[in-house]
């Protein structure tokens, strides 16, 4: 793929560089050339890059696909729900999922992360209903698949029950050694720790309230053994009923399970104090910022501001389609910088300026992921970016600084060119090689007999 005379191309590199009439080069899906007057192969995809704006492909770190069947209902309120209340009301419906209703949500929010310039995807899949079955993932690596998007598979699970302090329904939880041996045959099926990689397998036991501590421990020994990173939900709300139980916070409970560390990284976290930021600093343990859920909690504003100053691993995702209703990564990047802006008024220090939050959502995200063969625009980098048309009103006035337009303007409806590993997977409204509508109807007709049940 060549793409000729780039308005503007966005690396995110180390020094921030935003280039202005280059051309990109990538070849076997690995980004081979930046410059002037690139020469390419008479067989290459060629893109006139004359009206557009370039930028390394966005990182989800953090999501829970099969929630997209499950979204825009007006009997989850969050303004009058707590996190546990919220669990306890909408885990009965997840029980009732099975196989087919997690790889149609899977499609779903595949699609709207594409169509948001999201070229790697983490999905953190903690529902093992006993109607779903074992094969979920297996099924998430077919849609990935389909799309041609990366996917880091998070094999989740829950194993304490309700009887004994829970949140989780009966149908929905395991013991220890399923999760285990799951997470063994999923590694040695589907992780491929190359660079360039299209498919991971992340161990991912749901949240510390809702399972046993061997289950991490015993989580954590497992990805230690083979090399793979360990994620889970963390700072929140549990903190106060995970402090009863145990008699610790919640970064400490995960320290004694030995759940911490460079390979892994925590969702959310907006419990979290100075202190508690800078012990995770410490030990080098990453954060996904998810801004929708910060907004329907209403609780307390992540103090991401101060996590970048210590120098967190930080990345950015959009939560669960539950908790935020859709799977937009280009909106949380305007949403994770109007947040700190409303709690810059709190803090003795000042907020990070727009254009890193991009670079949260790019070269951060893929640290979280311990992915470093992603998230810029450089030789040598895998073949990722997408592209938005700079020749439109909404834009007019603001190409002055194309790295903080996507933060501080915001993007606009889908972007026009989203591509994965050298390859378009969505241009110009359309995916090249999918029936959309064809994907709709069945997403439609799955979702309808859920609610039916």
Not at 62 to 89: A, C, E, G, I
Not at 171 to 195: A, K, N, S, V
Not at 306 to 326: C, E, F, K, P
Not at 330 to 352: N, V
Request: net charge negative.
């Amino acid at each position: 793929m060549l793409v000729k005379n780039i308005h503007s191309l966005v690396t995110c590199d180390d020094h921030n560089r935003v280039l202005h009439d280059v051309d990109l080069l990538i070849e076997n899906g690995i980004i081979k050339a930046i410059g002037n007057n690139i020469i390419g192969h008479p067989e290459d995809t060629l893109i006139d890059g004359r009206q557009l704006l370039v930028y390394p492909g966005l990182i989800n770190t953090h999501h829970h696909f099969f929630q997209s069947l499950v979204r825009n209902r007006v009997d989850l309120d969050w303004s009058q729900l707590s996190l546990l209340q919220w669990l306890q009301s909408i885990y009965p419906i997840f029980a009732k999922m099975d196989e087919e209703c997690i790889y149609q949500a899977t499609i779903i929010a595949l699609a709207e992360l594409i169509k948001s310039g999201c070229t790697t995807a983490f999905d953190h899949q903690y529902n093992y209903s006993k109607n779903a079955g074992s094969r979920v993932i297996d099924r998430q690596f077919e849609a990935a698949q389909l799309f041609g998007i990366r996917l880091h598979a998070g094999r989740g699970t829950n194993t304490l029950p309700m009887h004994e302090g829970s949140t989780i329904p009966d149908l929905m939880c395991e013991t220890t050694d399923q999760f285990i041996d799951d997470c063994e045959r999923l590694i040695g099926r589907y992780h491929d720790p190359r660079w360039g990689s299209m498919r991971q397998v992340v161990v991912a036991p749901c949240q510390p309230i809702n399972c046993y501590p061997e289950t991490f421990r015993e989580a954590a020994a497992l990805a230690r053994a083979h090399d793979v990173s360990m994620h889970t939900h963390l700072g929140e709300g549990e903190k106060a009923a995970l402090q009863a139980r145990s008699g610790l916070s919640s970064i400490d409970w995960c320290i004694k399970q030995d759940f911490f560390g460079p390979t892994c990284w925590y969702a959310h976290g907006w419990e979290f104090s100075e202190p508690e930021i800078e012990q995770l600093a410490s030990s080098n343990t990453g954060i996904s910022h998810c801004p929708a859920p910060v907004f329907l909690v209403g609780a307390e504003i992540t103090n991401v501001s101060y996590m970048q100053r210590q120098g967190l691993r930080l990345g950015l995702g959009v939560d669960g389609a539950a908790s935020n209703d859709n799977s937009n990564l280009a909106e949380c990047l305007r949403s994770a910088y109007l947040l700190q802006c409303l709690k810059a008024k709190e803090l003795s220090y000042p907020i990070a300026e727009a254009r890193e939050y991009l670079t949260m959502a790019t070269r951060g995200s893929a640290a979280c992921l311990n992915r470093p063969d992603l998230g810029q625009l450089k030789e040598g980098l895998c073949g990722d970016f997408f592209a938005i048309n700079c020749d439109r009103l909404e834009y007019a006035a603001t190409l002055h600084d194309p790295m903080a337009l996507p933060v501080k303007v915001g993007i606009n409806g889908p972007v026009d060119l989203t591509v994965i590993n050298g390859r378009i997977v969505w241009q110009n409204g359309e995916f090249p090689y999918l029936d959309e509508a064809q994907l709709v109807a069945r997403a439609t007709e799955v979702a309808n007999a859920l609610m039916a049940r």
